[in-house]
């Protein structure tokens, strides 16, 4: 270990939060961990690569926040409660001091985050090479009440928290391929400060994990939207071995995204877009209103999108749209591939 690797370990460690649980954290060749007694883990890693999830231009507090927001996602999607968290810096040999305003900047990010979810930063790596950002989070779920994507029922209706498509709109006006395609307003009346909500819904994404906790129990299955609906609903689909139909007039939409655009530009970011974070869960049609009452406490929304059905001939996707008048919808893509 060089000697800046160990200074940017101790600034690291010199701001990371405890908690009561972490018998020893950052410091030693592995970090001892008290989970409590009867609860399974669930762990969950995210990798941000700059220029694959990141640009050169993104806010270094945001890469942070939301290195950790992805994973938090992850463990929200499970029902399970958050508690400790590994770093893996992969840095550049840009110089000294730029790694280590890069090091504080990103922290400001993560460690907010961090401290809204009481998240112990435990250990990690520090490495020499291309600007690459690993974390991993581990969290505790009674067992046999993690939200798992292999649980959906023909018959359940298909919940999403929160609304969809914003991120993807935010992509959209920065001119990022393919969401560059649909038409989003850029200068109509709030359209600035439309703008601004759609950018940091991209930058600052709220992982749900209260409302995840929230379902343990309730619903049946979960996953989280990071690469859009179609494709992410369509891969509990596949581990359901079920299908899914969706009502594209029910799909929610924030107030910043009904205005930057029209339906069928809306509806493809809804549809497709990635980014959003928001938790799709499928639960018994007898429990919709215990679980709008126990999501009513928090301060996200949650609705109806559609149903679980039974899984259509092979070869057909998994999940299909219809519009209003009954016709169905269909996607040009239906979300993020790393190697398509
Ligand atoms: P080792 O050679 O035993 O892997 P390291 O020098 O990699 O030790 O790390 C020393 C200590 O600092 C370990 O406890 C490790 O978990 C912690 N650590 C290293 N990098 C980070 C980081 N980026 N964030 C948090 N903890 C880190
Ligand atoms: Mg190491």
Redo the contacts with the bound molecule.
């Keep these: 270990?060089s000697a800046a690797?160990f200074d940017l370990?101790a600034r690291?460690?010199a701001r990371?939060a405890t908690r009561e649980d972490v018998v020893l954290g950052?410091?030693?060749?592995a970090?001892l961990l008290q989970p409590p007694p009867g609860r399974q883990l669930a762990v969950a890693t995210d990798t941000l690569n700059r220029g694959v999830h990141f640009g050169d231009d993104a806010a270094v507090a945001d890469i942070g926040w939301k290195a950790l927001a992805v994973n938090l996602s992850d463990l929200a999607a499970m029902g399970a409660d958050p508690a400790w968290c590994?770093?893996?810096?992969s840095l550049p040999d840009e110089g000294g001091e730029s790694r280590q305003a890069f090091v504080d900047g990103f922290l400001d990010g993560f460690l907010e985050l961090a401290a809204q979810h009481r998240v112990a930063?435990v250990?990690?790596?520090?490495t020499r090479g291309p600007l690459s950002v690993c974390v991993t989070v581990i969290g505790f779920v009674e067992p046999g009440w993690a939200l798992r994507r292999d649980a959906a029922q023909v018959g359940d209706e298909i919940w999403v928290t929160g609304s969809l498509g914003d991120a993807a709109a935010a992509l959209a006006l920065a001119g990022v391929a393919p969401y560059c395609e649909h038409e989003v307003r850029r200068n109509s009346g709030d359209a600035r400060t439309d703008a601004a909500r759609l950018r940091e819904r991209l930058h600052r994404p709220t992982p749900r994990v209260a409302m995840g906790r929230a379902l343990r129990g309730l619903a049946r299955a979960g996953i989280d939207v990071s690469d859009g609906l179609l494709a992410d609903l369509g891969h509990l689909c596949a581990a359901s071995a079920v299908g899914a139909c969706i009502d594209a007039e029910a799909l929610p939409a924030s107030a910043a995204l009904l205005a930057a655009c029209e339906s069928d530009a809306r509806r493809a970011l809804q549809l497709s877009g990635g980014d959003d974070y928001e938790l799709c869960f499928t639960a018994p049609p007898r429990q919709r209103a215990v679980i709008a009452q126990a999501l009513r406490k928090l301060d996200t929304p949650a609705c109806v999108i559609g149903r679980i059905e039974a899984a259509p001939a092979a070869a057909t996707p998994p999940v299909r749209v219809r519009l209003a008048d009954g016709s169905a919808w269909t996607p040009a893509r239906s979300g993020y591939q790393h190697f398509a």
């Excluded at 590994?86 to 810096?89: I, Q």
């Design positions: 270990m690797e370990i690291i460690r990371a950052i410091g030693d060749d970090a590994t770093l893996s810096l930063l250990g990690g790596d520090t």
